[in-house]
């Protein structure tokens, strides 16, 4: 059984800061790697961020020097911390834990609504 419950969207103007949550409920596996996406309307799915279990980060470029993620791995939590929003942050953010496992799975959460405007 996992569950990834994501908390932090919402409305905000530009230049201001969010803070999203991800907090994974699993059974019967350990957890790799741990990021974010995210999905504009007519845009393909990219990566935001992702975090290591050993806390190695990656961002894409768009977002380096603002966006910072972050992993409490006893509460199985993730989290991005955005500063300097900009209206082309607008998207549905979702949170992706993959499995340690020789062939890992991705679990998905449902998404949380970012928007970026004045």
């Known amino acids: 059984q996992v569950q990834l419950v994501e908390s932090g969207g919402g409305l905000v103007q530009p230049g201001g800061s969010l803070r999203l949550s991800c907090a994974a409920s699993?059974?019967?596996?350990?957890?790799?790697?741990m990021a974010w996406y995210r999905q504009a309307p007519e845009k393909e799915r990219e990566l935001v961020a992702l975090?290591?279990?050993?806390?190695?980060?990656n961002y894409a470029d768009s977002v380096k020097g603002r966006f910072t993620i972050s992993r409490d791995n006893a509460k199985k939590t993730v989290y991005l911390q955005m500063n300097s929003l900009k209206p082309e942050d607008t998207a549905v953010y979702l949170c992706?834990?993959?499995?340690?496992?020789?062939?890992?799975?991705?679990?998905w959460g449902q998404g949380t609504q970012v928007t970026v405007s004045s």
């Open positions: 992706n834990v993959r499995e340690a496992a020789g062939i890992p799975r991705d679990y």
């Open positions: 975090i290591t279990v050993g806390g190695r980060t």
């Open positions: 699993i059974s019967g596996f350990s957890i790799s790697t």
